[in-house]
């Protein structure tokens, strides 16, 4: 897990046509045995619900980042937003995600779904794996050529 995916975190090779994921200090810092009651570990933002609510984390809790960062790359909005740390919080734990096609008319029918998906509220409704999510993507670029 790198519990802090968002697109500063991201970085495109345009030679090598290659994405890397960067910023590995929380991956490193953050197991059960060092974290400490109102520590906020992440960028908010970015953050699952049950990284926001401090339960056990696993590989789809990233997958949830990566949807958020995909959601705002296609619509140039965050998900959640919120006037404070608390409402922002709020909001990731208990508000459903808008579509991309509320604020993106134009997007295609898989686009919208493989986002919803990866920003399901239950990890259990997520994709199990990036490899899941990986293949979701590449089925949906080809039903777009």
Not at 11 to 16: P, S, V
Not at 21 to 35: E, H, M, N, Q, R
Not at 115 to 143: I, N, T, W, Y
């Amino acid at each position: 897990m790198h519990r802090d995916i968002k697109p500063s975190n991201i970085i495109y090779d345009a030679k090598t046509d290659s994405v890397k994921v960067t910023d590995f200090g929380i991956a490193f810092l953050a197991d059960d045995s060092k974290t400490k009651t109102g520590l906020i570990l992440g960028s908010p933002s970015y953050m699952s619900p049950e990284q926001v609510a401090g339960k056990k984390l696993d590989g789809r809790s990233d997958l949830y980042s990566l949807g958020v960062t995909v959601f705002q790359l296609l619509t140039g909005e965050l998900p959640f937003v919120g006037d404070s740390l608390a409402n922002l919080m709020y909001k990731i734990t208990n508000n459903k995600a808008p579509s991309v096609a509320s604020l993106r008319k134009n997007s295609a029918t898989c686009v919208n779904r493989l986002v919803a998906k990866a920003l399901h509220k239950e990890p259990g409704k997520r994709f199990a794996s990036g490899g899941e999510m990986a293949d979701a993507l590449r089925k949906c670029l080809s039903q777009l050529r």
